[in-house]
């Protein structure tokens, strides 16, 4: 209920967004219509439109999000002619002759019908056309709720959810109408000039249509409006669900944290305690993967008699990655006395979605457990999870009787294995716990000296971006890069292309740089489409990194991006203080999806 609300207001404050603007003529071209039979079927259709479209984007995929591109270009030429039908007249008789129900004509229609109250589907119709342009208007708790749905599925939560922000932003919409309407009613009535009004109108909406064919609705005019909501958005999504201590690479929704209770970061039991843990439910079903690694299809059912860790991973985690030497220390520890390690894949990132790419990644991390690719995030929707990484431990009744979210309490969550070994009726598990000696990437995090957060460089989750101008979406730019950097800013310089979830550099010498207080500094990249190698040259605070360069890099700054993974930049050797890091790509082509620190 209280998220419904949250989505809710959140939908009311659209009509401040930067982005609503160029449709706002829209609607105000309504304004002196009946609004039971003119406003309202509009606002009904351009509300059902938008949440269709975002529900279709939110499970359906990229496919989607394509067809709605293709309804773009069809709203575009429509409100066109319901703009020239405003501008001229005349003209709009003409060209309507053909096109039958269409263009033009639609909204000449609706206004001859509008007297008679006949104008109910003209009106409707022009709010689907509407509708299909306000879709892409989303800020964080849009981005939570399409995000959540593609992981969890479709349902009727979901859809509900999307039809309340979407009532919320017509709620608004609405109330600038009415005001608006009779603004515009009082100054027909006091100047008599309707017709140059009605022209005016229609020169506002082609003004709209060629800011959203441009682009303008959500570049430029986010840029220079002072009206973005995003961060009162984001303050809403940060009230429903609060960030609590770092303890786990959790599930990204829009620009905010998706996070569960208080019990993320709950140390395991002691030894003695852990024969009385509680049973947290029947382990759910492994159905769902699309492949599984290392091993046939395992089920649950043909796990019973076994002690199971399942181990939530993705290979560009640094989270995952810094947890994985004990998962396959305990794995290689406890597997003959009736240990089952699985681990369950589930990308982060579309590149990780490549199975061709996590073969290699279990390869070079040495993993020979099995793996079930879960792409589709079903074993995830079962287990109800929400981390990367994310251990659960199960008896060998099939029972959950502990879990853990993120990195640390090693020592206690073997003695979980342990226990739950010696209840099984196995052989007593040694006393003695595993010993990693864990380095490079998969060394423990210096925790106490972190102070820059996950950054994220495609927009979707894009924040503290501070190129001069600001960033344009899906489009090749000219960034230069900012004079100067406050803590945990970042920018671009050169020809880059910034995508939903990555940069990705167009032409060679483009350069990254970010101002940073940790040990070790990493960044998730990637090569070009090509798959042709990218040389880049890493600089701290201006000069090479020498001593403290990482596994990734030479002390003269050098290295190579030869595959999509994460790469460990720079690891400082002293005290870690507030340092500038600059990446420069010698060849173009390099992707950049996200800074993580440790």
């Known amino acids: 209920m209280l998220l ?70 069809a709203a575009l030429v429509l409100l066109a002619a319901f703009g020239v039908a405003l501008l001229l007249p005349s003209l709009a008789d003409r060209l309507a002759r053909p096109l039958v129900a269409a263009g033009a004509r639609l909204s000449e229609a609706a206004d001859r019908q509008s007297a008679t109250g006949s104008a109910v589907l003209p009106s409707f119709l022009l709010g689907v056309a509407t509708g299909l342009l306000w879709a892409p208007c989303a800020g964080p708790i849009l981005g939570l709720l399409l995000t959540g749905a593609a992981l969890n599925g479709a349902s009727a939560t979901t859809s509900l959810l999307l039809l309340a922000y979407a009532t919320g932003a017509a709620t608004s919409l609405a109330l600038a109408l009415l005001v608006g309407g009779r603004a515009f009613a009082a100054m027909k009535r006091s100047l008599g000039v309707g017709e140059w009004v009605r022209r005016g109108l229609g020169l506002a909406v082609l003004c709209g249509v060629v800011a959203i064919a441009f682009g303008l609705d959500t570049g430029l005019l986010t840029r220079l409006s002072l009206a973005s909501t995003a961060s009162l958005e984001q303050g809403l999504v940060d009230k429903v669900r609060p960030m609590p ?37 029947v382990m759910p079903s492994l159905n769902g993967a699309v492949q599984w690694l290392n091993s046939p299809p395992l089920t649950a059912e043909g796990l019973r008699g076994k002690v199971v860790l399942i181990d939530f991973w993705t290979y ?51 993993i020979d457990y099995p793996v079930a690719i879960d792409n589709d995030y079903a074993i995830w929707r079962a287990f109800n999870n929400e981390y990367w990484p994310a251990h659960y431990f199960i008896d060998a009744k099939g029972r959950i009787r502990h879990h853990h979210f993120g990195e640390g309490e090693y020592d206690g969550s073997e003695k979980v294995i342990q226990a739950l070994l010696a209840e099984a009726g196995h052989a007593p598990a040694a006393a003695s716990l595993v010993t990693v000696d864990a380095r490079g990437v998969h060394a423990a995090a210096d925790m106490a000296n972190v102070q820059s957060p996950e950054t994220y460089i495609g927009y979707e989750r894009a924040e503290n971006f501070a190129s001069p101008g600001g960033a344009d979406h899906d489009r090749a730019k000219r960034y230069s890069a900012a004079p100067s950097l406050d803590l945990n800013q970042w920018s671009l310089g050169g020809d880059w292309t910034i995508g939903a979830e990555a940069a990705t550099l167009n032409a060679a010498e483009g350069t990254l740089t970010y101002r940073f207080h940790a040990r070790d500094l990493h960044l998730v990249l990637g090569p070009g489409s090509d798959g042709k190698p990218v040389r880049f040259k890493v600089l701290v605070d201006g000069k090479p990194p020498q001593t403290d360069h990482g596994t990734d890099t030479d002390a003269d700054g050098n290295g190579t991006i030869v595959g999509q993974r994460l790469y460990q930049l720079v690891r400082q050797a002293g005290a870690p203080s507030d340092r500038t890091f600059e990446i420069e790509f010698l060849d173009p082509g390099a992707q950049a999806f996200a800074f993580t620190f440790g």
């Not at 996070?259 to 843990?277: R, T």
């Not at 794995?331 to 982060?348: F, M, N, S, T, W």
């Open 316 to 366: 560009s985690c640094i989270n995952c990655l810094r947890a994985i030497p004990y998962v396959e220390a305990w794995a290689r520890k406890y597997r003959d006395q009736g240990l089952v390690v699985i681990g369950v894949h589930a990308p982060e990132f579309a590149f990780e979605r490549n199975v061709a790419n996590v073969e290699k990644a279990i390869r070079d991390l040495g």
């Open 4 to 73: 419904a609300l949250v989505s809710y207001l959140g939908g009311v404050l659209t009509i401040v967004s930067p982005c609503i603007l160029p449709i706002l003529p829209f609607v105000f071209a309504r304004a002196d219509k009946p609004f039971r039979t003119s406003t309202l079927p509009m606002l009904v259709g351009m509300t059902l439109t938008f949440a269709l479209v975002a529900s279709l984007a939110a499970v359906g995929g990229g496919w989607a999000v394509r067809a709605n591109e293709y309804g773009r270009i």
């Open 245 to 281: 201590a770092q303890a786990a690479s959790p599930v990204m929704i829009g620009s905010s944290d998706m996070m569960s209770g208080p019990d993320a970061a709950a140390p395991a039991p002691a030894a003695d305690e852990a024969q009385a843990l509680p049973s947290e439910g």
